[in-house]
């Protein structure tokens, strides 16, 4: 296995492992198990705990970044984007009842090396931003910037939510049970 190989399965084995079981779970010895290597290659990647952490949010938020570049000039309206965005959180339950990795993180934010408190901060900016650009597709008029924005937070808080109510009943349908009544109730596209 190539070095490039390696430190990509080190960082998906990590990914999968944290949003299953949190940040605090990273073992590098563990892990250099499950990818079949020494604890010192792991070492060599990523020299901290904190380097690792950092990495996979940062590219967990850079793949979130491109799946939602996409969503709106692919589909027009906003119900269709929205769906699709909600899509990705439930994907995770859907994969052994995992969580969004920064979602997870943010439950051990005193924990957390500052270079990965950085990354988690910049992947909710970056999802808040998003759902606040798609609503602004309704109403783009800029005296509404700030309630639009206040909205966004709302809706991710809400998808975050429904995303950890689901897990803790190990049960998908219940995520979508909640989006449901956020949709019915008005409260996201």
Known sequence: MSATDTREKIMSVARKTVQAHGYSALSFRDLA??????SASVHYHFPTKGDLGAAIARRYTED??????ELIANYKDQRSCMKKYTDIFRAALVDDNRMCLCGIM???????????????????EVNIDWVASLLSLEDPDPKHKKAIRHRALGIFAAIGGAQLLARGQNNVAVYDEVLDSYRAAGLMP
Do not use: C, M, T, W
Request: hydrophobic share 40%; net charge negative.
């Open 64 to 69: 979130g970044i491109a799946y939602i570049g």
């Open 33 to 38: 198990a499950e990818v079949g290597i020494k």
């Open 106 to 124: 943010s439950a051990e934010r005193e924990d957390l090396p500052p270079e990965v408190s950085v990354e988690v901060d910049r992947f909710h």
